[in-house]
């Protein structure tokens, strides 16, 4: 199944890149909540979300998506998104899509969940989520954790 996996303020808001870790908030719970959901996954991202993030994270298979020829130690560098889900999807393994805005964009028709932590409260920085079609998502579930709500979409149009 491919996932996006992210976190939002009331406003769709994601990140400010002024940040060192690009986060606008700290949310312990929520990131334990992605801890846990991505440990021994396989995880992808933009160069711009890795160099945040500033080394592999740890227990799960990092792959990062740049038009630039790098080399990064422990790290999958892979030039095409659409690639490495139709890859994932061939294989039937799971994968997390992990940011940024624009591999968000890019991977959006082709996710089949979304997992939307709302974190609660208006925050300022300069990235958002893309804006949703919601003819092509659908809300299945919500759970509420003391400091914020899972929100997650099933994708309606791949079925």
């Avoid at 792959?63 to 061939?90: A, C, G, W």
């Avoid at 300022?124 to 989520?129: A, K």
Wanted: aromatic share 10%; hydrophobic share 40%; charged share 20%.
């Amino acid at each position: 199944m491919i996932r996006i996996i992210v976190a939002l303020d009331e406003h769709n808001l994601m990140g400010d890149l002024s940040k060192p870790n690009g986060m606008p908030w700290y949310c312990p719970e929520d990131l334990q909540h992605f801890k846990t959901t991505t440990l021994h996954q396989h995880i992808v991202m933009g160069h711009t979300t890795f160099q945040k993030l500033k080394s592999p994270l740890p227990k799960r298979t990092n792959i990062v998506v740049t038009h630039q020829i790098i080399s990064i130690p422990n790290v999958i560098v892979k030039h095409s998104l659409d690639e490495i889900i139709q890859r994932y999807r061939m294989l039937d393994k799971d994968l997390y899509i992990i940011g940024g805005a624009s591999i968000f964009t890019q991977a959006l028709p082709y996710v089949d969940e979304l997992l939307i932590s709302r974190i609660p409260g208006t925050y300022t920085g300069n990235v958002y989520f893309p804006k949703l079609d919601q003819s092509m998502f659908q809300l299945k579930h919500t759970i509420p954790y003391q400091t914020f709500t899972l929100e997650i979409y099933q994708n309606i149009t791949l079925r």
